[in-house]
């Protein structure tokens, strides 16, 4: 415990616009400021260091670039590998682990032990590595790095610990799975092949053993040669040689026969007893053309024979082998039986797939029940035992990037009654036809812990729609999903001009989502510069969606001078600045260089029926202006107490209230200063005439318009084609983004006011960055998704370092690059019970907005308390000019009370605004109100306001406006994300920055708490999509498809080893069928034989040592270690201690038999020298 006496009157103060008047912090805790002491302030900070730790929890979505595919048929496992060396494990809903190699090698091949808790990865780097799944978080226990020849495929068989591994100069070498060491037998390439064959068969594509013989080992050559290696006789029984390629080769159960597939799309049937030709040769979609040929077809990549009991035809299931001349359909999974071939269309290439049976013998009939299907986008399970074969209901969210995720919200301890409401609504619009029966992948255990609370991500996407999520404990289930393009018209194919061009590039982009759980009110912000408020309700309703227009477009002219500023009064009548909305000008054959007072979309201006659930209430756009596209939204907050919205851009500031429907303020950013703008702002010529500027413009721009479009749009990834470029940002290149724009587009919610692309004099001081877009280019174009964050292009220079690396340039914000930018962008917007003077003596309603130079300003509101006035009376916004100033654009503002407890903004209660009138419970308004005046009781009145920027944090006293503490939180870096949370019963400010460091710092004294390097190649997706929120917890977009979960609380890395799901659970190995005595007698039995016999050291002898290189894992020691604490963690690492003595010892005795053996051979060679010598004289020597 730590008392903190702070001044509570700070009247003799430095001014805190003045920079001076704020100390400059480079120590490690928050710098007081030094005051009169009236009064004192004693807050009791309660979070220690002790208190966090950094920790991934669980990662949701389909394994991006997914590469291979295995599953334990006991324990009902499933295993999917990608190419950034992750694999996933999926067991029941709730059992869901994510591991990653180190080394980030490719995933080539899964192959697990079954039924005994390992699984074996094979990599891209010719390495395999045994994972340890009998704990919670898997690890690795032995890696062998194969030095002079790549793994191409690996076969283990069931109960069996030795892996046969086939490489790419075709030669097949064994593995010993218990002390993952090579064995001495080899299976060299020219030894599986005739003497006279002239060629290399090519690399290994298929091992496996028969299911009649296990001595017996089947080995296919990409080049078409299959092969019968007898594994005691270290000969071949026969070889076989086919025209085509070989991908797969699979066995009849009774091991007397074998398909196989081929680059022609054709299915071989051999059989055992006469090998010189296949009995069967079949294209499944292959048709015979008038000339007798076969038409050409595409490869069969792999094929699956399985047996079934109550059918005497078996199931062939294979993907690919579709004509060529069938060009654009879709992939295929097609399954045949019998006479009967189904086709199943895909939306996804297919990746592998799985025959899951109900017997993991090979010798027995398999009984398949279902096909598992990895695509490269998605993942989907079909019921074979229906003769429809439809899927299974994925109970995993693979649908995360259904449409790309553009923007994502996280609510940690929402109200318990909204996730059962939202599935409730959600559950009416769910798909049919799935199969009834039970998800098939069931293995593991899981529980929901103890300490759970109701938890939902919302995630934001390209085609304009919106889902919510339940991520309660570890899992994550859709409960509703809206679609916002429903609420415009659909543009004419015949629009001319840009707007044509916008609809093919994702105009309902979500950009940014603002959500009130108490009141159930949503904002969502779209690419399009519109804001689309929604209400909840239970009852459907037809209703008219009002639309208002905004003209927020500053021009030049309103630029002040030095001179203007002394003379500006301060804002008394606002109702001065809001502009009336105007009517649109008809959209169709509309030249951009004469368009003005039109929206970007058309709202729906006809009676719409909407269902229960959000239904759209307004709609606020911002209009073109003189040809000149709106800017788009940077910062946006809802206050359901007050009624109000606010958004902003870098042009300025718009206010509305929502319940009377009216634009309450609308006015540039330099307007709201008044006389209290801590900048002279540098003078600009003014424009003549507008005809003037757009032959400037177009002199400027002609011959760089349509070649820059092309450019442009590469830094903007598509949102269809989700690439994941990453752009990492060195240390010393992690500044700020500069100030430069593309299209007069603000490229950042932090980023520095933008031009609005109009001409200046050339001889101004805006002479050079002239060219930034031709007249009327409009700022849209494909909409962002999070796969890459919006970057900043010069004009001067678009070459690909300067696309990619903008992103991390430095902004200054000193005077010299304020007079450079006469605008600036509104980041941040905070609606709080407040105090807007000095002099006041209550809180009353008030915006506070953060700038992108670092200035804070404070507007206090006057809301009419009745609720009928409020509906009638005007509401009266008045800004006083009061400023606040940081270093950096002003990400975050929060508001403490006196005891330094968090307040919370007020809202209002959710109701049902289509609900039937019920006589006895009429409908009013009810409001909860977190006033600082009333949540203090010894403390004084007055609150605290926490202040953070990219550059550093404050914490001010309000009203006094007294800077209390500041620390500088980075100078190499920027903040790209920044939050006041609450942890552990206290509250802190969390901060990721550009350079990946997570921080978090205590409040008030802003004490630095925890500072680790997280993230260090950050990337733009993950700089788009990270947030914070209540209880330690934080999530980001870690691929296009995937959202990753973790944690910086202490307490919650303490319990996660709770909250994750067992993915081994002792299970008997079922036993195998009794095949009775004539099916045995006359052959039909397998042929078992000891591998150890036949691999062993003794056998077999050692491979050499620069084949392989065997390198011992770690075993989950590390994970022990961070989940075990007390005495818990001293039995763990006693345990780990005896486990590591162990392991000594059997090395210690492994050294004392070859000793030994070296001894006894020494002893027999002496002997025999002996008896050799005994009988001879001396001069026979």
């Known amino acids: 415990m730590k008392k903190f006496r702070k001044v509570l009157d700070g009247l003799t103060t430095s001014s805190p616009a003045n920079p001076g008047g704020s100390p400059a912090c480079g120590s490690a805790a928050g710098t007081p400021s030094t005051a009169p002491t009236p009064r004192e302030l004693e807050i009791q900070e309660t979070l220690m260091s002790e208190h966090f730790q950094i920790c991934k929890t669980v990662r949701h979505g389909v394994p991006y670039q997914p590469t291979a595919l295995a599953f334990d048929p006991v324990q009902k496992i499933l295993a999917i590998g990608s190419r950034s060396g992750g694999v996933r494990l999926l067991g029941r809903p709730g059992v869901d682990c994510h591991c990653q190699h180190e080394s980030g090698a490719a995933v080539l091949q899964l192959q697990f032990l079954i039924n005994e808790g390992a699984l074996v990865t094979a990599c891209a780097d010719d390495t395999l590595h045994l994972w340890n799944l009998r704990q919670r978080r898997p690890a690795i226990l032995h890696s062998l790095k194969f030095n002079r020849e790549r793994i191409t495929f690996c076969h283990l068989p069931f109960q069996s610990k030795w892996l046969y591994v086939g490489t790419e100069r075709g030669n097949t070498h064994i593995v010993n799975i218990e002390s993952f060491i090579l064995s001495g037998y080899v299976i060299m390439w020219n030894k599986a092949i005739e003497l006279s064959t002239k060629t290399h068969p090519g690399p290994v594509v298929h091992l496996s053993d028969s299911p009649k013989d296990e001595g017996k080992l089947l080995i296919g050559f990409e080049s078409g040669t299959i092969v019968m290696w007898d594994l005691r006789a270290k000969r071949t029984d026969f070889r076989i040689y086919y025209d085509e390629a070989i991908h797969s080769a699979s066995w009849h159960h009774e091991g007397r026969q074998f398909m196989c597939s081929h680059s022609d799309g054709s299915l071989s049937m051999w059989n055992l007893r006469n090998t010189a030709k296949p009995f069967q040769v079949t294209f499944p979609h292959g048709k015979t053309q008038r000339d007798g040929r076969k038409e050409s077809c595409k490869p069969i990549l792999k094929v699956e024979y399985k047996t079934s009991r109550n059918s005497s035809e078996a199931f062939v299931v294979f993907s690919g082998g579709l004509s060529y001349d069938k060009a654009g359909r879709r992939p295929t999974l097609t399954i045949m039986h019998g006479k009967a071939i189904t086709v199943l269309e895909m939306d996804y290439p297919i990746v592998d797939f799985l025959v899951l049976c109900e017997t993991p013998y090979i010798n027995e009939v398999q009984e398949p029940y279902a096909v598992v299907v990895l695509l490269e986008k998605d993942f989907v399970v079909v019921d074979l035992t229906q003769s429809n074969f439809p899927i299974f209901e994925n109970p995993y969210p693979m649908d995360i990037h259904e449409s790309p995720v553009t923007c994502t919200a996280y609510f940690a301890d929402c109200p318990p009654d909204i996730i059962p409401v939202l599935y409730s609504i959600g559950a009416k619009h769910k798909k049919t036809g799935y199969s009834h029966k039970e998800w098939p992948v069931s293995g593991g255990t899981w529980t929901v812990g103890s300490q759970t609370y109701p938890e939902i991500i919302i995630t934001g996407h390209a085609d304009g729609s919106i889902k919510f999520w339940d991520a309660t404990a570890i899992t994550l289930q859709m409960l509703y999903k809206l679609k916002t393009s429903k609420v415009f018209e659909k543009p004419k194919s015949g629009d001319v001009g840009r707007s044509a ?386 270093k950096g654009s002003i990400l975050r503002i929060g508001f403490l009370d006196c005891g330094g407890a968090l307040i919370n903004s007020p809202y209002e209660v959710w109701r049902d605004q289509h609900a039937p009138d019920h006589p006895d419970r009429p409908r009013k308004r009810k409001l909860v109100n977190f006033s600082p005046s009333s949540s203090q009781e010894a403390s004084g009145d007055g609150h605290l306001a926490v202040v953070c920027s990219e550059r550093q944090a404050k914490v001010f006293f309000m009203p006094s406006q007294a800077c209390l503490y500041v620390h500088n939180i980075t100078e190499s870096s920027f903040v790209l994300r920044a939050d006041v949370v609450s942890v552990c019963n206290s509250v802190c400010l969390a901060c990721f920055c550009a350079n990946g460091h997570i921080m978090t710092l205590s409040l008030p004294s802003l004490r630095p708490l925890l500072d680790v390097n997280y993230l260090p190649l950050t990337d733009m997706r993950i700089a788009r999509t990270f947030c914070f929120t209540n209880g330690g917890q934080a999530l980001y977009l870690c691929s296009p498809t995937e959202i990753q979960r973790i944690t910086y609380s202490q307490e919650m890395c303490d319990n996660l080893q709770e909250m994750l799901g067992e993915l081994f659970t002792p299970i008997e190995t079922p036993e195998a069928q009794n095949r009775g005595f004539l099916k045995g007698f006359f052959g039909g039995n397998a042929q078992t034989f000891d591998r150890e016999e036949l691999f062993g050291e003794a056998a077999a002898g050692k491979a050499s040592r620069s084949l392989a290189q065997h390198i011992p894992g770690q075993g989950g020691m590390e994970g022990m270690k961070a989940a075990a604490g007390g005495v818990v963690g001293e039995l763990a690492r006693a345990r780990i201690a005896l486990d590591e003595r162990g392991q000594r010892l059997g090395e210690l005795e492994e050294r004392t038999a070859l000793m030994m053996t070296s001894a006894e051979t020494f002893s027999k060679h002496a002997h025999e020298l002996m008896l050799k010598c005994k009988d001879k004289k001396w001069y026979q020597f």
């Open 501 to 886: 061009e916008l609809v093919e590039e994702d105009p309902y982009a979500v950009q940014m989502i603002s959500w009130c759980p108490q009141s159930r009110i949503l904002c969502v912000v779209g690419i399009s510069a519109h804001v689309i408020l929604y209400r909840f309700s239970k009852h459907d309703a037809s209703t008219t969606i009002t639309s208002l227009e905004v003209r927020l477009q500053c021009e030049m002219e309103d630029v002040i001078s030095p001179s203007d500023t002394e003379n500006t009064p301060s804002f008394s009548d606002p109702s001065g600045h809001s502009p009336q909305p105007q009517p649109p000008s008809p959209r169709s054959n509309t030249p951009d260089s004469m368009r003005d007072s039109i929206p970007c979309l058309k709202v729906k201006d006809r009676m719409i029926r909407m269902p229960p659930g959000y239904q759209a209430e307004l709609v606020v756009q911002l209009l073109w202006v003189d040809g000149e596209p709106p800017q788009q939204i940077t910062s946006l907050d809802l206050n359901s107490a007050y009624g109000l919205l606010a958004l902003g851009n870098c042009n300025g500031l718009t206010v509305v209230d929502y319940l009377q429907k009216t634009i309450l303020l609308c006015m540039s950013t330099l307007e709201l200063y008044g006389s209290a703008d801590p900048f002279q702002r540098l003078t600009r010529s003014p424009r003549k005439n507008r005809q003037s500027t757009s032959d400037f413009c177009m002199r400027g721009l002609s011959n760089f318009h349509s070649d820059s479009k092309k450019r442009i749009r590469t830094s903007y990834q598509s949102l269809t084609e989700l690439s994941d470029n990453q752009v990492s940002l060195d240390l010393e290149r992690s500044k700020s983004p500069t100030s430069d724009h593309v299209n007069g587009h603000c490229t950042s919610p932090t980023s520095q006011p933008c031009l609005t692309g109009r001409a200046r004099v050339p001889g101004g001081p805006e002479g050079p960055r002239l060219a930034r877009r031709g007249p009327g280019r409009p700022p849209f174009r494909k909409a962002q998704s999070a796969a890459c964050m919006e970057v900043s292009l010069p004009v001067s220079s678009l070459t690909e370092e300067s696309r990619e690396n903008s992103f991390s340039r430095s902004r200054s914000s000193s005077v010299s690059s304020i007079d450079r930018e006469t605008k600036e962008a509104v980041t941040t917007l905070q609606f709080a019970e407040s105090y807007g003077r000095k002099s006041d003596t209550l809180p009353t309603p008030c915006l506070w907005v953060g700038t992108s130079l670092g200035l804070v300003l404070i507007i206090p509101m006057s809301i009419p308390t009745d609720e009928q006035e409020r509906l009638e009376d005007p509401v009266t916004v008045a800004p006083t000019g009061t400023v606040l100033m940081l």
